[in-house]
């Protein structure tokens, strides 16, 4: 296929992030709205071709552009054709997973996430289950995904998360991720409860930044925590997000980001 999703054209598009999707042409089960995060409270959709995939945030303001071809998406940026795509439905915010906020509620106010003014809903073990199992019953789940801010403390954070892991890890045969605040032991206790995979988020390694966008987290104390959660999940089942624009340098980010992968 003519403009394949290759590594430098997925790169680009992430580059930008966004693009502008006609409401006429797609129906709104393609789109996906984000509970968590920085893009907490935007929809997005999610494109593949071949191997790669992309999610982009909808934005009419995009110098993106997303129209139809035949049983195919093209992307336009300008006049020239950048991809060509398929869209991807989502089961629960992702493709082929049941992407799931426990807690769409937090008690930090980190300054880059409108979580907490968002005071969205904090989801208990019944409603989870239900939505797995609407997501396995199409028959295309392929992992779990847990994520969670914090509604009133990280302990009861994880407490809560590792409840809900046990019953999945029970019921269904599939790979779990969590991503949640780490509290003392929580990597061994998440793995015990069936999680093969965690996130501990960083947000930034720059300390001041750190200090000045969560000035009630503990940096030193996510980077202990994915250090030990490695020794415990192992190689490659280990991960962490990292922002980029909240006035890092470039040389920063590489070391910083080197350091991660170390």
Known sequence: MENELNANTKADLMSIGSVQVD????????????????????????????????RLSIDNLSPLLLLPENEHVIIIK???????????????????????????KCVYDCQFCPVPKLNGEIKNSTK?????????????????????????????????????ITQLAREYDLPIGVSAYPT????KKLYSAGACEVK??????????????????SLPSVIEALNN?????????????????????????RKDIGCLVE
């Open 200 to 217: 501990y988020n960083v947000e930034t390694m720059d300390l001041e930044l750190f200090r000045r966008f969560c000035p009630n987290l």
């Open 229 to 253: 959660a490695v020794n415990i999940f192992g190689r490659n089942r280990v991960s962490s997000n990292f922002i980029i624009g909240l006035g890092e340098s470039e040389e920063t980010v």
């Open 78 to 104: 300008g006049q020239d054709v950048i991809a060509r795509d398929a869209l991807e439905l989502p089961l629960c915010h992702c493709p082929e997973q049941a992407y799931i906020t426990l807690s769409e």
């Open 184 to 187: 003392k032991d929580s990597s």
């Open 128 to 164: 989870v289950q239900q939505m797995v199992a609407e997501a396995y019953g199409t028959g295309e789940l392929k992992a779990i995904s847990l994520t969670s801010s914090v509604a009133v403390s990280p302990e009861k954070e994880v407490k809560r998360a590792i409840d809900i």
């Open 23 to 54: 409401k006429s042409l797609f129906p709104d089960q393609c789109k996906s709205t984000a509970t968590a995060g920085p893009g907490a409270g935007g929809s997005s959709i999610f494109l593949r071709a071949g191997n790669r995939r992309v």
